[in-house]
T-cell receptor
Framework: DGGITQSPKYLFRKEGQNVTLSCEQNLNHDAMYWYRQDPGQGLRLIYYSQIVNDFQKGDIAEGYSVSREKKESFPLTVTSAQKNPTAFYLC???????????FGPGTRLTVL | GQNIDQPTEMTATEGAIVQINCTYQTSGFNGLFWYQQHAGEAPTFLSYNVLDGLEEKGRFSSFLSRSKGYSYLLLKELQMKDSASYLCAVNTNAGKSTFGDGTTLTVKP
Protein backbone atom coordinates (compact mmCIF):
# COMPACT_ATOMS: atom_id res chain seq x y z
CA ASP A 1 0.00 0.00 0.00
CA GLY A 2 1.17 3.54 -0.73
CA GLY A 3 1.61 5.93 2.14
CA ILE A 4 3.85 7.88 4.46
CA THR A 5 5.61 6.33 7.40
CA GLN A 6 7.20 8.01 10.37
CA SER A 7 9.19 6.29 13.03
CA PRO A 8 9.24 5.94 15.91
CA LYS A 9 5.77 6.86 17.16
CA TYR A 10 7.13 7.93 20.56
CA LEU A 11 10.68 9.15 21.19
CA PHE A 12 12.36 10.21 24.39
CA ARG A 13 15.66 12.06 24.52
CA LYS A 14 17.77 13.83 27.07
CA GLU A 15 18.20 17.57 26.87
CA GLY A 16 21.22 18.55 24.79
CA GLN A 17 21.09 15.56 22.46
CA ASN A 18 20.38 15.79 18.75
CA VAL A 19 17.67 13.46 17.46
CA THR A 20 16.64 12.54 13.92
CA LEU A 21 13.04 11.76 12.98
CA SER A 22 12.45 9.69 9.89
CA CYS A 23 9.85 10.23 7.17
CA GLU A 24 9.49 7.93 4.18
CA GLN A 25 6.89 7.98 1.40
CA ASN A 26 6.24 5.64 -1.51
CA LEU A 27 3.62 7.83 -3.18
CA ASN A 28 6.12 9.24 -5.71
CA HIS A 29 5.36 12.73 -4.41
CA ASP A 30 7.86 15.48 -5.15
CA ALA A 31 6.98 17.82 -2.28
CA MET A 32 7.49 16.93 1.38
CA TYR A 33 6.90 18.91 4.57
CA TRP A 34 7.67 18.90 8.28
CA TYR A 35 5.30 20.45 10.80
CA ARG A 36 5.31 20.82 14.53
CA GLN A 37 2.12 20.78 16.63
CA ASP A 38 1.94 21.82 20.26
CA PRO A 39 -1.05 20.88 22.47
CA GLY A 40 -4.23 22.72 21.48
CA GLN A 41 -2.53 24.54 18.63
CA GLY A 42 -2.35 24.36 14.87
CA LEU A 43 0.47 23.06 12.69
CA ARG A 44 3.54 25.21 12.18
CA LEU A 45 5.79 24.69 9.18
CA ILE A 46 9.42 23.82 9.96
CA TYR A 47 10.93 22.93 6.56
CA TYR A 48 9.66 21.94 3.15
CA SER A 49 11.15 20.47 0.02
CA GLN A 50 9.75 20.58 -3.49
CA ILE A 51 12.41 18.46 -5.14
CA VAL A 52 15.35 16.22 -4.34
CA ASN A 53 18.45 18.05 -3.07
CA ASP A 54 16.50 21.24 -2.42
CA PHE A 55 14.62 22.49 0.65
CA GLN A 56 13.45 25.76 2.18
CA LYS A 57 12.96 27.04 5.70
CA GLY A 58 9.43 27.31 6.98
CA ASP A 59 8.19 29.61 9.71
CA ILE A 60 10.02 28.00 12.66
CA ALA A 61 13.22 26.48 11.21
CA GLU A 62 15.59 27.60 13.97
CA GLY A 63 17.07 24.64 15.81
CA TYR A 64 16.11 22.15 13.09
CA SER A 65 17.84 20.74 10.02
CA VAL A 66 16.73 18.53 7.12
CA SER A 67 18.11 16.70 4.10
CA ARG A 68 16.50 15.50 0.88
CA GLU A 69 18.95 13.11 -0.74
CA LYS A 70 16.23 10.80 -2.03
CA LYS A 71 12.73 11.52 -3.29
CA GLU A 72 11.27 9.05 -0.82
CA SER A 73 12.97 10.35 2.31
CA PHE A 74 12.95 13.66 4.23
CA PRO A 75 14.52 13.21 7.68
CA LEU A 76 14.32 15.97 10.29
CA THR A 77 17.02 16.54 12.90
CA VAL A 78 16.05 18.31 16.08
CA THR A 79 19.24 19.85 17.36
CA SER A 80 20.24 20.89 20.86
CA ALA A 81 19.77 24.50 19.71
CA GLN A 82 15.98 24.01 19.63
CA LYS A 83 14.89 25.54 22.94
CA ASN A 84 11.58 23.74 23.35
CA PRO A 85 11.68 20.54 21.28
CA THR A 86 8.95 18.56 23.05
CA ALA A 87 6.07 18.40 20.54
CA PHE A 88 4.15 16.28 18.04
CA TYR A 89 6.03 16.21 14.72
CA LEU A 90 4.15 15.55 11.49
CA CYS A 91 5.54 14.82 8.06
CA UNK A 92 3.47 15.26 4.89
CA UNK A 93 3.86 14.86 1.16
CA UNK A 94 1.99 16.51 -1.69
CA UNK A 95 1.13 15.06 -5.07
CA UNK A 96 -0.19 16.75 -8.15
CA UNK A 97 -3.27 15.75 -10.15
CA UNK A 98 -5.30 15.44 -7.99
CA UNK A 99 -3.73 17.68 -5.38
CA UNK A 100 -3.75 15.75 -2.16
CA UNK A 101 -1.51 16.22 0.83
CA UNK A 102 -1.09 13.15 2.99
CA PHE A 103 0.28 13.03 6.50
CA GLY A 104 2.28 10.38 8.26
CA PRO A 105 1.10 9.17 11.70
CA GLY A 106 3.44 11.55 13.52
CA THR A 107 6.21 11.24 16.11
CA ARG A 108 5.73 12.46 19.67
CA LEU A 109 9.10 13.71 20.88
CA THR A 110 9.65 14.26 24.59
CA VAL A 111 12.88 15.82 25.76
CA LEU A 112 13.62 15.15 29.41
CA GLY B 1 3.85 36.16 4.89
CA GLN B 2 0.55 34.38 5.26
CA ASN B 3 -2.31 35.16 7.64
CA ILE B 4 -4.99 32.50 8.08
CA ASP B 5 -7.97 32.94 10.41
CA GLN B 6 -10.54 30.43 11.62
CA PRO B 7 -12.92 30.46 14.57
CA THR B 8 -11.39 28.70 17.56
CA GLU B 9 -14.43 26.66 18.59
CA MET B 10 -17.88 25.78 17.30
CA THR B 11 -20.71 23.65 18.66
CA ALA B 12 -23.52 22.02 16.69
CA THR B 13 -26.22 19.42 17.14
CA GLU B 14 -26.24 15.92 15.70
CA GLY B 15 -28.07 15.87 12.35
CA ALA B 16 -27.61 19.60 11.76
CA ILE B 17 -25.49 21.53 9.25
CA VAL B 18 -22.41 23.55 10.27
CA GLN B 19 -20.24 25.97 8.27
CA ILE B 20 -16.63 26.56 9.29
CA ASN B 21 -15.12 29.70 7.79
CA CYS B 22 -11.52 30.43 6.88
CA THR B 23 -10.12 33.76 5.70
CA TYR B 24 -6.60 34.20 4.41
CA GLN B 25 -4.15 36.75 3.11
CA THR B 26 -1.26 35.50 1.02
CA SER B 27 0.78 36.18 -2.09
CA GLY B 28 1.10 33.57 -4.80
CA PHE B 29 -2.04 31.66 -3.80
CA ASN B 30 -2.09 28.19 -5.32
CA GLY B 31 -4.90 26.45 -3.47
CA LEU B 32 -6.59 25.84 -0.13
CA PHE B 33 -6.78 22.59 1.85
CA TRP B 34 -9.22 21.43 4.50
CA TYR B 35 -8.27 18.68 6.95
CA GLN B 36 -9.94 16.86 9.81
CA GLN B 37 -7.89 16.01 12.89
CA HIS B 38 -9.06 13.90 15.79
CA ALA B 39 -7.28 14.38 19.10
CA GLY B 40 -3.91 12.68 19.18
CA GLU B 41 -3.98 11.71 15.53
CA ALA B 42 -2.53 13.04 12.28
CA PRO B 43 -4.73 15.22 10.04
CA THR B 44 -6.67 13.54 7.26
CA PHE B 45 -7.23 15.21 3.91
CA LEU B 46 -10.78 16.42 3.16
CA SER B 47 -10.56 18.74 0.16
CA TYR B 48 -8.38 20.98 -1.99
CA ASN B 49 -9.86 24.01 -3.77
CA VAL B 50 -7.98 25.79 -6.52
CA LEU B 51 -10.78 27.49 -8.45
CA ASP B 52 -13.69 29.56 -7.15
CA GLY B 53 -16.86 27.71 -6.33
CA LEU B 54 -18.26 24.83 -4.36
CA GLU B 55 -16.93 21.28 -4.40
CA GLU B 56 -19.07 18.58 -2.87
CA LYS B 57 -17.82 15.28 -1.53
CA GLY B 58 -20.50 13.32 0.29
CA ARG B 59 -21.54 15.06 3.51
CA PHE B 60 -18.66 17.53 3.21
CA SER B 61 -18.48 20.49 0.81
CA SER B 62 -15.82 23.17 0.47
CA PHE B 63 -16.20 26.63 -1.07
CA LEU B 64 -13.55 29.07 -2.26
CA SER B 65 -13.59 32.73 -3.27
CA ARG B 66 -10.10 33.79 -4.27
CA SER B 67 -11.04 37.46 -4.73
CA LYS B 68 -12.32 37.62 -1.15
CA GLY B 69 -9.62 35.40 0.39
CA TYR B 70 -12.38 33.27 1.85
CA SER B 71 -13.27 29.62 2.13
CA TYR B 72 -15.71 27.55 4.11
CA LEU B 73 -16.18 23.89 4.93
CA LEU B 74 -19.80 22.76 5.12
CA LEU B 75 -20.66 19.63 7.06
CA LYS B 76 -24.15 18.18 6.62
CA GLU B 77 -26.08 15.59 8.61
CA LEU B 78 -23.64 15.92 11.48
CA GLN B 79 -22.64 12.79 13.33
CA MET B 80 -21.01 12.44 16.73
CA LYS B 81 -17.84 11.19 15.04
CA ASP B 82 -17.52 14.55 13.28
CA SER B 83 -16.37 16.05 16.58
CA ALA B 84 -12.78 17.00 15.73
CA SER B 85 -10.55 19.89 14.78
CA TYR B 86 -10.87 21.21 11.23
CA LEU B 87 -7.78 22.77 9.75
CA CYS B 88 -7.58 25.23 6.88
CA ALA B 89 -4.25 25.43 5.01
CA VAL B 90 -3.07 27.63 2.15
CA ASN B 91 -0.64 26.45 -0.51
CA THR B 92 1.43 28.95 -2.47
CA ASN B 93 3.15 28.91 -5.86
CA ALA B 94 6.46 28.63 -4.00
CA GLY B 95 5.31 25.29 -2.62
CA LYS B 96 4.82 26.55 0.92
CA SER B 97 1.83 25.09 2.75
CA THR B 98 0.75 26.99 5.90
CA PHE B 99 -2.01 26.11 8.38
CA GLY B 100 -4.44 28.13 10.44
CA ASP B 101 -4.82 27.29 14.12
CA GLY B 102 -7.84 25.07 13.46
CA THR B 103 -11.48 25.06 14.58
CA THR B 104 -12.55 22.60 17.26
CA LEU B 105 -16.04 21.34 16.46
CA THR B 106 -18.13 19.69 19.17
CA VAL B 107 -21.21 17.78 18.04
CA LYS B 108 -23.83 17.33 20.75
CA PRO B 109 -26.70 14.82 20.78
Amino acid sequence: DGGITQSPKYLFRKEGQNVTLSCEQNLNHDAMYWYRQDPGQGLRLIYYSQIVNDFQKGDIAEGYSVSREKKESFPLTVTSAQKNPTAFYLCASLGLGPNEQFFGPGTRLTVL
Amino acid sequence: GQNIDQPTEMTATEGAIVQINCTYQTSGFNGLFWYQQHAGEAPTFLSYNVLDGLEEKGRFSSFLSRSKGYSYLLLKELQMKDSASYLCAVNTNAGKSTFGDGTTLTVKP
